[in-house]
C-alpha cells in the first residue's frame, strides 16, 4: 500500500502509523476508533435517563418539602452519593494525571500525540452528550418545577439533580482532563491554554454563582421569575462556551500539522521566508 | 520523522503557510472527516446546552408561557438574548473557517432542545398542556441572518442588516403560532385573550398573574403602532446586542485565543 | 451461541433497568405537604392569618370541581422589610402542578383573575373554584403571592382525584367572542407544530447544505490561513452566494406566507390583558374586646407560647376566649371537636390553649395569661422563632359571647425565649 502512495505522492508514508488501519475499515472499525466516545457516551445516557426518571417520579411525591421524612430518605442520600461521587471523581482523578504526567515531551511520537488528540476528542464528545441532555432535560425542568412549586430550601429535587450532579459531573472530568491535556500533549506541556481554561473555569463558576442564587432568595428576591437579574451569573457558562472557537482552533493548528506528519511524514507547514 | 514546531502562543500569530496538497491526501482526508465530524458533535451538543442556559435566564420566561409572549417586551427581550448569544461565536467560526452557520444552527439547537423540554419538563413532569407552553421559532430569523452573512461575505455589514432583520421579523415569523392564543373570550366579565385564559386556568402557584413582564396600558400608542414600533426599536437593540457580543468574541479569538506560560 | 447473547452485558444492562423501574413504581407514591415549613416562623406570623378554610369536597373525578373558601387578614405587624401587600398581591392555589384547573376565583365578591392588592388590618373573604384534572392524591392550599414577597402559604388539605369513571379524557372547552368554540387543552396545537416542522425542514436542510461539504474544518481552516484575511472571502464561492440567496428568499416568503395566513385565520386579536382591580376590605368583627398584649415568652422546653394581655370587655354580654390562630395552627381552648373542625383539617391542636382567665364579664378589666402549648410549634418548625432576627409574633385571638357568636382581632408585639 505504501509503495503505491509513495509513487502517488513522490514521499515514503508510514504504514504502521494509524490508529485507523489498526482498528480496521467499515463499521467495526469506526466503532473500535471511537469506542471511548460510544461507551462513555452510551453510559452517561443511561444515567442521565435513569436520574431524570427518577427525578419525574420522586419530586411531586416526596421531594416538596425537605422536613417530610420521606425527603431524607429518597433525596438526601442520591445528593450525598452525588457529592462523593463527583468528588471522588474529580480530587482522585486529578491526582492520578497529574501523578503519571509525562517527563518528557520529546519522547511522545506524533503518532501518539495525535492519537491524544482524538482521546481529548473523545472525552469532550461524551461530555457532548451529557452537555445536550441537561440542555434538553435538565435546565427547564428547573424552571418548570420553581413555577409551580414553593421554594423550601437549597435541596430542591431539581437542584439536586443539576446544581449537584449534572453541571458538577462536567466540572469532575473536565479538570482531570484538562491536567491530562496539559500534562501529555505537547502543544499544552509547560504552558496553558486560556481558551481550555476557560470553558474549565466558566463551567465550575456555575457552583459559585449556585451559593449566590440561594443567598439571594432566602435574602432579598423572593419570585420565581427565571431571567430574574439574580439568575444571571449562570449565563457565565453559556457564555464561557465562546472559548469553544478559540480551543477547537488551538487543537486544529496542531492537528493539522500531526496529521500531515503521520499520513506522509511530512509537515504541511511551510515557514515563511 | 519530521520534527514539529510547536504552535505559537496566539493562534493568530501562527506564521508560514500550509503545503495543500496534504488536502488531496486520502489518509489524512479520513482524519479530517473523523474531526469533522467528531467537532460537529462537540460544537452543537455544547452549543445546545450554551442557548438552553442563556437563554433560559435571559428570556426564557417569555417562551415557556404563551400569556407572556406580549407585543411590546416578548419581541424586543428576545432578540436581544438570542443575538448576544449568537454573536460570541459568529466571529471565530467566520475568521478560522468561514462558516456562516452560527445563527442557524443556534435557531435549530434550541428549537429542538426546546420541544424536547417543554414536552418532558413542562408536559410529562409538571402537567402543563403544550398548547400553553410550546417554543416559539427562531429559525427563520437564523436562516435569513446566517444568508445576509453570506450574501455580503463582511461582518460590519450583517451585524447591522442581519441584527436588525432578526429583531424586525421576530413578530410576524411566530403570529401564526400565537394569533390563535390571542382571540378575545368574555371571563368572569372581564375581557381576556385566550392565552390570559389558561394562563389564569393552568394553575402556576409561584408564577402570580403580576409577575409577566408584559405590555401595560399607556396614555399614547401613536395610533395604535405597537407592533412596528417595537420591531423597529428590537431591531436597534438586536443590532447594539450583537455587535458587542460580537467585539466579545473578536477579543476572545484574538487575545484570550493563546498559551499563557503561567495561569496568573 | 445462543447462551452466550442472552449474557450480553447490554442484556443484564436491560434487565437491570426494568428490574430499577419496577423498585420505583413500588415506592409509595404519596405527595408531602408544600414547603412552607422553610419559611421564618416570624414571617408565617406575622403575614397573613389565614382562617375558615374549608376545602370541599375532598374526592372527586377528573372533571369535578372542588370549592376552596375561606378568610385571611393581612397584619397589621407586617415586617417592614418585608414588601408590602398594599402594593401588588394575587390570589392563587398551592397545587403542585395544574393538576386542576381554576374555574373562578374571588375576594369579597370581586372576582381575582387579575392582581390586586389588600390593606392590613381588613377582613378578605374568598373563594376559589377548582376542576380536577390529573388523577392522583394531591395537598391543595389557597396562597397569596406577593409581589417581592413571595408565596404566603394558607392551610392546605388533601384532594384524591380518580379517573372520570366514563373514561374520558379531560377537555377544557371554551366559547370565544368570535362565537368559536375551542379546547385550550390543545387549542391551536396543530398548526403551531406544522410551522415548527417547517421551520425545523429550513434550518435542517441549511446546516446540511453547510455541513454536507466535502471539506470542513481543518481543511477550511488551512485554506482560510493560506489565503489570507484579503482573499479568505473568496472562501465563499458563487454557489454558496446562490443558496444563500435561496434560503434568504424562502424564508422571507415563508414569514409574509404565515403572516398573511394567520391574519385571515384569526382576523379579530387583542393583546394580553393585564392590570390591577380594587377589592374593598371589611372591618373585622372584633367585638367589645380591647386587648393590649404586655410581653410574650416563647418556652422552648415546653413548646408554648405564653402571653400577657389586659383584655377589657365593653359589651354587655361575657366573652369567653376560644382560639389563638397563627401560621396556620389553631390553638383551641377545649376540645377540637366542638370548635367546628371541617373534614381533612389539619393543624388543629384541641385542648392547647390555655387561659388563666377563660371567660371575661362585661364591663370587666383583667389580666390575663394565655398559653398556647402544643408539640405542633416543633413539627411545624415554629421554634425557630428565636433563631429569626426580628422577634415579634402575631396571630389571632378568636372569642365569643353568650349567642355564640364570633369575634376574633389580631394581638402581637415582642417575644422573649425562654431557654431553659
Known sequence: MSEVKAAQYGYEVPTDYMEETAAGGGLAGHLRRNRLAYIGGALLLAVGIGIRIYQQMMSFSVGMDFYEPEFQTYWMPLLYGEVIVLGSIMVLGSIYMWMTREKDAASITPEVELKRYFTLLGVFTVLGVWAALIGALAVESDAAWHQVAIRDTDFTPTHIVIFYFSLPLLTAILIPTFIWAHTRIPAFMNRISVPFLGVVAGIFMIMPNYGFNEWGHTFFYAEELFAAPIHWGFVVLGWSLFFLGPLAVQLIQRMAQLISVVTTGRDCMIADR | MANIALPAPRITDASGHYDLSILDNPRARSYYRRFDGILIIVLFSFLALGISIHYALTAGDWDYWIDWRDRRWWPLVTPLSLMMFIGGFVYPIWKAFRLPVIATAVTTLLCLVSWVSRYFNFGQFTDFPLSFTFPSTYIGLGVIFDSVLIMTRSLLISAIVGPFLFGALIWPLNWPLFAASKVPVEYSGTLVSVADLMGYQYIRTTTPEYLRIIEESTLRTFGGSVTPLTAVFSAFVAVIGYSLFLLLGAALYNFAGRYARRII | ?420
Open chain 3, 1 to 420: 451461541m445462543n447462551t452466550a447473547k442472552s449474557r450480553s452485558p447490554a442484556r443484564y444492562l436491560g434487565n437491570a433497568l426494568v428490574l430499577g423501574v419496577l423498585v420505583l413504581l413500588a415506592l409509595p407514591m404519596e405527595a408531602v405537604a408544600h414547603g412552607e415549613r422553610a419559611q421564618l416562623a416570624s414571617m408565617r406570623m406575622r403575614t397573613l392569618h389565614w382562617f375558615d378554610i374549608e376545602v370541599s369536597p375532598v374526592r372527586v373525578n377528573v372533571g369535578d370541581t372542588i370549592v376552596i373558601t375561606g378568610k385571611f387578614i393581612p397584619s397589621e405587624f407586617w415586617p417592614e422589610q418585608l414588601p408590602s401587600v398594599t402594593d401588588t398581591a394575587f390570589l392563587n392555589v398551592g397545587a403542585p402542578g395544574p393538576k386542576f384547573i381554576r374555574v373562578h376565583s374571588e375576594v369579597n365578591g370581586v372576582p381575582m383573575i387579575r392582581s390586586t392588592a389588600f390593606e392590613p388590618g381588613k377582613l378578605y373573604e374568598f373563594k376559589s373554584v377548582v376542576r380536577a384534572r390529573v388523577p392522583g392524591r394531591y395537598h391543595i392550599h389557597p396562597l397569596l403571592n406577593v409581589k417581592d414577597a413571595g408565596t404566603l402559604v394558607g392551610k392546605g388539605s388533601w384532594v384524591e382525584v380518580e379517573p372520570s369513571p366514563t373514561g374520558e379524557p379531560f377537555t377544557n372547552e371554551i366559547t370565544t367572542l368570535t362565537g368559536e368554540t375551542v379546547d385550550l387543552e390543545n387549542v391551536g396545537l396543530k398548526s403551531v407544530i406544522g410551522w415548527h416542522l417547517v421551520w425545523i425542514l429550513v434550518g435542517v436542510a441549511f446546516l446540511a447544505y453547510w455541513l454536507a461539504k466535502p471539506e470542513l474544518f481543518i481543511p477550511r481552516y488551512m485554506r482560510v490561513r493560506n489565503l489570507g484575511p484579503e482573499q479568505a472571502n473568496t472562501m465563499i464561492t458563487r454557489r454558496d452566494f446562490l443558496a444563500g440567496g435561496i434560503f434568504f428568499t424562502i424564508s422571507m416568503v415563508l414569514i409574509l406566507a404565515g403572516y398573511l395566513w394567520a391574519e385571515h385565520k384569526y382576523p379579530v386579536t387583542i393583546p394580553l390583558q393585564t392590570g390591577k382591580v380594587g377589592v374593598p376590605g371589611r372591618p373585622v368583627p372584633s367585638g367589645p374586646l380591647v386587648v393590649e398584649v404586655e410581653n410574650a415568652n416563647y418556652e422552648l422546653a415546653g413548646r408554648s407560647l405564653t402571653m400577657r394581655m389586659k383584655l377589657a370587655n365593653e359589651g354587655d354580654s361575657p366573652i369567653e376566649i376560644r382560639e389563638f390562630v397563627t401560621a396556620n395552627i389553631r390553638f383551641i381552648n377545649g376540645p377540637a371537636a366542638a370548635a367546628g373542625v371541617v373534614e381533612n383539617e389539619e393543624l388543629v391542636a384541641g385542648d392547647s390553649l390555655h387561659s388563666s382567665v377563660s371567660t371575661i364579664a362585661p364591663g370587666q378589666h383583667v389580666d390575663v395569661v394565655l398559653r398556647a402549648e402544643d408539640s405542633l410549634w416543633e413539627t411545624q418548625r415554629m421554634t425557630g422563632l428565636i433563631h429569626d432576627p426580628d422577634s415579634r409574633f402575631a396571630g389571632l385571638l378568636v372569642y365569643r359571647d353568650a349567642e355564640g357568636k364570633r369575634y376574633y382581632q389580631e394581638v402581637g408585639g415582642s417575644i422573649l425565649p425562654k431557654f431553659f
